[in-house]
């Protein structure tokens, strides 16, 4: 049986740290946050902010330390702009911020509510106040989109989530211009069956850049009789070829736990979109929205995770892993026919 292991996450006492009640303005709720850690060392939440009428839009908020404090914009930061963007009809949602050193500017790319349903769109920003914005650059089904920080073999690459009859899975596109993306890979697949991350996963906050890989949190969604249940788990993926999967775990290791994360508009999720890095290039704070109606914390360390990630069965049952970067990879389900199965 398992040994009992320490928690990677480890909740902050201020949770929820921000909540609806702070908002300068009427709003239903705020969550699912992409961060950032500005050069002066402000953190930054980029919320998602959802109004009366159940439509979303963005909203920054700063803290010195991260934690509490929080100067929160008066105004929305960056709303839907339908009449230039039509696919931002519904709303915009659930941002994730990477700072390109290329660009000099932070790129963020969110969710487009769509009439088709969720696509991925795409802005940059140097200030999270002027934004350029390069329209819808995955047509829906698509969701849980980040662009990576620098270019993979001289093109931008861009993880995200299509859906397919078959089941949620990570995909990974290629561009040299941000804005046309082809090179489609399959990055991670949901498991199927009784699996915590059966059917539907997706990218959690931006993949971390380690000596040994990207370390990639993901979200899986547990389907029951009673809904939902929104959990974390952790895969490695190689750092010249990021569709190349070295490890992946087993288990979660993060999920609703608190009453903010089991009661809310939608029970029994945590959605993290953002998290900043310490300069002990350690500690790791990653935000994320509790059951679609606040926003919370918790703290970690990185290298903890690459060590969890080492001790998880199959890591251990699939090592050494020899990858010939055909695309064969050491965290497909083992147990299920490469086809799936089992799912209709
Ligand atoms: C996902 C996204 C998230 C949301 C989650 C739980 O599909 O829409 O924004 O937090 O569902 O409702």
Not at 36 to 52: F, K, N, Q, W
Not at 232 to 252: K, S, T
Request: charged share 20%; proline share 7%.
């Amino acid at each position: 049986m398992n040994e009992r292991q320490p928690e990677l996450l480890q909740r902050n006492a201020h949770n929820p740290i921000l909540t609806a009640a702070q908002w300068p303005y009427r709003v239903n709720s705020v969550f699912n946050p992409g961060a950032a850690l500005l050069p002066d060392g402000t953190t930054l939440l980029l919320c998602r902010v959802e109004d009366m009428r159940g439509h979303s839009h963005l909203c920054a908020a700063r803290s010195a330390n991260g934690i509490d404090d929080w100067r929160i914009d008066a105004r929305p930061t960056l709303m839907p702009d339908p009449e230039r963007f039509p696919e931002e009809v519904w709303g915009i949602e659930d941002p994730r911020i990477t700072f390109v050193d290329e660009l000099g500017a932070y790129a963020i790319v969110y969710t487009a509510y769509t009439r088709e349903g969720p696509g991925v769109s795409l802005a940059v920003t140097e200030d999270f106040e002027r934004f350029q914005r390069y329209g819808l650059v995955m047509q829906p089904d698509d969701k849980d989109a980040v662009l990576l920080p620098h270019r993979i073999a001289g093109d931008w690459a861009l993880i995200h989530r299509p859906v397919s009859p078959h089941g949620s899975d990570m995909w990974i596109s290629y561009s040299t211009d941000l804005q046309h993306w082809g090179r489609h890979k399959l990055m991670l697949e949901a498991r199927r069956g009784a699996w915590w991350d059966a059917n539907k996963i997706g990218l959690a906050s931006p993949p971390i850049e380690t000596a040994e890989g990207w370390l990639v949190i993901y979200h899986g969604v547990r389907q029951n009789a009673a809904g939902s249940i929104y959990r974390l788990g952790l895969a490695l993926f190689d750092l010249h070829a990021p569709e190349v999967c070295l490890r992946r775990g087993d288990e979660w290791f993060f999920g609703p736990g608190e009453p903010y994360e089991q009661r809310g508009d939608v029970d029994n999720v945590v959605f993290p979109c953002g998290h900043t890095i310490a300069p002990d290039g350690d500690t790791i704070r990653l935000y994320y929205g509790g059951a679609d109606t606040s926003i919370a914390v918790a703290s970690g360390s990185i290298r903890s995770m690459l060590e969890w990630l080492e001790r998880q069965p199959s890591a251990r049952a699939t090592l050494p892993v020899t990858h010939d970067h055909t695309g064969e990879s050491a965290c497909v389900d083992r147990g299920m026919s490469a086809s799936g199965g089992g799912v209709t």
